[in-house]
């Protein structure tokens, strides 16, 4: 499969692109756990169906240490013993900021009164802004047809001189 577009070789791709990046840069360093954003991208890429990103952000999580059990199980994080509670509020956040239109309301009142329990005011905004970063990233690979596959985790840890 070949993407529809080489969308970081156009001049709106290159800028927008590099400001997505310094998004990423933010959230990275940020005051959420690493490792709850990953598990966060994961189960938003499976749900706006980006292999692409589910490729990569499965592949970041393996890279920084995540267990194959918990990866295996992130499409079934209820049903599944390995996630914390933190990590069950930000999964469900996942789930209805995804699919904003199958509620009228958006996300529940209750989904985000578990964030709150778990989460501090900072955490809880890089919380919605991984979410609206991974939905960006989801609808420009999805729409242009990326490919999976061909992602490396040591490229991401070079650019944050950490692990992902």
Not at 64 to 76: C, D, H, M
Not at 123 to 140: E, G, P, S
Request: hydrophobic share 40%; aromatic share 8%; charged share 25%.
């Amino acid at each position: 499969m070949e993407a529809r577009l080489k969308f970081r070789e156009t001049q709106i791709g290159k800028q927008f692109y590099k400001n997505m990046l310094a998004n990423e840069a933010v959230l990275h360093h940020g005051p959420a756990p690493v490792a709850t954003m990953e598990l966060m991208k994961i189960r938003a890429s499976q749900i706006n169906g980006c292999g692409h990103c589910v490729d990569m952000h499965v592949k970041d999580a393996a890279y920084a240490g995540e267990t194959s059990e918990r990866l295996a199980l992130v499409a079934a994080w209820r049903e599944a013993p390995y996630f914390t509670e933190p990590e069950r509020a930000a999964l469900a956040l996942t789930e209805e900021a995804c699919r904003l239109a199958d509620e009228p309301g958006g996300v529940s009142d209750e989904v985000w009164a578990e964030v709150q329990k778990h989460y501090d005011d900072e955490q809880a905004a890089a919380l919605v802004a991984a979410l609206a970063q991974i939905n960006a990233w989801n609808r420009i690979n999805v729409t242009l047809r990326n490919p999976a596959g061909g992602y490396d985790p040591a490229e991401k840890a070079k650019r944050y001189k950490s692990t992902p």
